[in-house]
RNA sequence: GGCGGCGUAGCCAAGUGGCUAAGGCAGUGGUCUGCAAAACCAUUAUUCAGCGGUUCAAAUCCGCUCGCCGCCUCCA
């Protein structure tokens, strides 16, 4: 079996090799430092972590890049309103950027270069590009001449004349082409500025990706991501800068994820409905986001919702629950029980992987690959159910080892990684802090009403239970006549 | 206007021509219980926006219609 990917570039999915024998070259576009990442960022993050451990659990070497974005016009801007420099912006927000992916969970790529550390590489490229003549020096800025690059417009689709037709360029005279698009630019006064051939100025945003794509992967590399947006013009300037300057071909696969959307409509900055990681952490557990976001394929579209929110926190404490209820089992059982576990349930069990490393092999259908996991924990809950007093020793094998492999498998996704137990455990205690009532009054309610169930006042006992439930406490008559509660969650 | 995508049960969502259209949430029924709750189990689409075509066979391929979304300007 092998990974298939949907690459961007061909419109298909394409079985995967990559180009070094066992050894993925990945990079993937990261954030322009100068605000706090909404959740969209989150779902770019996590589906390349999701990617990335995936293809490590396959066997493969992946060195994987993602660079952050610390120069350009976004930051220079919100740092004058700021009245701070643009290297202090970019750093805060560089920042807040790990603690984020910290409380994601999400694993630290291999390297995560900076545009303004690979400066001399950035103008090394620009001037390849004006040597070769693929780029025009006017008054300090040089630009991209995309009519000289035959293939440009084949990442997204488009040919220059249609473009133009489109007439939502804002017209530079100092352009030869309205398509063109700046590599340098010269600053004005109170930017910052580096040195260059063309007079002091700051790289443009695309040669960046290009540039450092080069010095840490190589002229070809095997991915690149990003999200859908990127695609034009972001990755058609990046393939045209860097075929350009290589003569080579630069990406072999190109994987752009789907947006998050808030009522059908894209999450953005510039529309204003977005949520940020952290206003979402603050309500949310990172693994209900990480859950939400694998529920559904990576290049669909994602709707954000509070209902989707619990929606997916009730289905990942099922997944625990089932892993608690098996933690909670004997270790060993009675070698001469008979087994509870029927044959199909079993092999159900045994196909779990495969089954999952299908899905995942079909271009990363987490999706598919969590309704497999659910399949599972199904028949593990029959099995559990139906447990004699003494259960068999094959039974309660297969239970934990079933459990162990469910663990390791939504481990790629970041999921489950939580002690079961632990996990229901806490979030009963974080409930139990909001309430309105102590465990002393709990109790105290809880001996009044076996009173009156001993005197059979079974309008009094509901009452009570009634009260308790009314403060999130539910409780369990227990078959030896004893009550129990818990925090409901 | 150009290019691309989507439309599957009450909601979310998988489904790369052919076994009973995964799975989750909600609902309903049941096991348990004095009654409950929790947990668990069962159940919920003769049908995949609509129409037509290709095929022995279509949710899946092709065409048209309707609806929604994205990119073409910074964007994950």
């Known amino acids: 079996m092998t990974v298939s990917i949907y690459n961007t570039k061909s419109g298909k999915k394409e079985p995967f090799s990559p180009l070094e024998k066992d050894h993925i070259k990945l990079y993937v576009c990261g954030i322009t430092a100068y605000d706090y990442c909404h959740i969209g960022h989150a779902r770019s993050t996590l589906v390349f972590d999701m990617i990335v451990r995936y293809l490590r659990y396959r ?3 992946v060195t994987y890049i993602r660079n952050f974005t610390d120069i350009d ?3 220079i ?10 290297e202090e912006l970019a750093n805060r927000f560089i920042k807040a950027f790990r603690e984020d992916m910290e409380s ?3 694993e630290p790529p291999t390297l995560e270069p900076k545009a303004t550390e690979n400066i001399p590489e950035i103008i090394a490229i620009i001037q390849e590009l004006i040597t070769k003549g693929f780029a025009y020096e006017v008054e300090g800025d040089v630009y991209f ?4 690059f035959a293939n440009y417009g084949s990442l997204s689709g488009r040919n220059l004349e249609d473009m133009l037709a489109g007439a939502r360029i804002s017209i530079n005279e100092q352009k030869q082409n309205p398509m063109d698009f700046a590599l340098w630019k010269a600053s004005k006064p109170g930017e910052p500025v580096w040195g260059s051939p063309w007079g002091a100025g700051r790289p443009g945003w695309h040669i960046e990706c290009s540039a450092m794509s080069r010095k840490f992967l190589g002229d070809t590399f095997d991915i690149h991501g990003g999200g859908k947006d990127l695609i034009f013009p972001h990755h058609e300037n990046e393939i045209a800068q860097s075929e350009a300057s290589s003569g080579k071909p630069f990406v072999a696969t190109w994987i752009h994820h789907g947006f998050v959307t808030i009522k059908d409509e894209k999450m953005s900055k510039s529309l204003g409905n977005f949520l940020t990681i952290r206003e979402i952490l603050e309500k949310y557990p990172a693994e209900v986001l990480r859950f939400f976001v694998f529920s559904t394929h990576y290049r669909t579209p994602l709707d954000f919702s509070e209902t989707a929110m619990k929606d997916a926190e009730t289905g990942l404490d099922r997944l625990y629950t089932c892993l608690a209820e098996i933690a909670k089992l004997p270790v060993h059982g009675d070698p001469n029980q008979s087994p509870a576990a029927g044959k199909k ?3 159900k069990i045994n196909s779990l992987v495969d089954r999952f490393v299908k899905a995942m092999d079909n271009d990363f259908n987490s999706a598919q690959a969590l309704g497999h996991i659910f399949e599972v924990v ?9 447990l004699p007093a003494s259960p068999a020793e094959s039974d309660l094998a297969l239970l934990h080892a079933s459990a162990k492999s469910i663990r390791e498998l939504a481990g790629i996704m970041g999921l489950l990684q939580q002690e079961p137990v632990a996990y229901i455990k806490d979030k009963q205690e974080k409930t139990m802090g909001l309430l309105d009532i102590d465990q002393a009054a709990i109790e105290s309610l809880i001996s009044d009403r076996k009173i009156a169930r ?8 509901d009452e009570i239970r009634d009260i308790l439930l009314n403060h999130q406490i539910e409780i369990k008559d227990e078959a030896d006549g004893s009550t129990s509660w818990q925090v409901k969650i």
Do not use: C, M, P, Y
């Open 378 to 386: 199904k028949v593990l809950n029959t099995i559990r159910q139906s």
């Open 345 to 347: 349930n079993v092999s």
């Open 77 to 86: 801007k919100r740092a004058q309103e700021q009245h701070t420099t643009t």
């Open 454 to 461: 001993e005197q059979k006042n079974w309008t009094r006992a």
């Open 59 to 61: 066997g493969f070497k």
């Open 104 to 106: 994601l969970g999400n």
């Open 73 to 75: 016009d976004k930051i």
């Open 145 to 148: 001449k995309v009519n000289r």
